[in-house]
């Protein structure tokens, strides 16, 4: 991944309710899921969605595709291998051996708790 590209992704992810989004369709993996279910489920009006949606779409790291009357919003796994690579790839001043399975190791999250986080 190059340089700007990852600053590209960074900054999609740099606002609250974008990294919800980003975090739900994580949690979706590969079937994702619809923009009407996931104005529902972050309590942001539809038109607010279609925004963040449209700035993670263009940092390239979630795409979409129709299903009937629906847009089904994923993560595009691949961009994100890449950015989680760059952000490690000169890990641990050139010791690599040093974070070895840090991208693989499980790693508890907090459950996402949309009706108490601030809403954008």
Known sequence: MEFEDATRALAGLAQPTRLRLFRRLIAAGSAGQAAGELAAALGVPN??????????????????????RSIIYSVE????????????????????????????????????????????
């Open 47 to 68: 038109n607010t969605l279609s925004s963040h949606l449209a700035c993670l779409k263009n940092a390239g790291l979630i795409g979409s595709r129709r299903d009937g």
């Open 77 to 120: 796994i691949d961009a994100v291998r890449a950015l989680l690579g760059f952000l490690v790839d000169d890990c641990c001043g050139g010791r690599p051996e040093l974070c070895a399975g840090l991208v693989e190791s499980k790693v508890e999250s907090v459950p996402m708790q949309p009706n108490n986080e601030q809403r954008s």
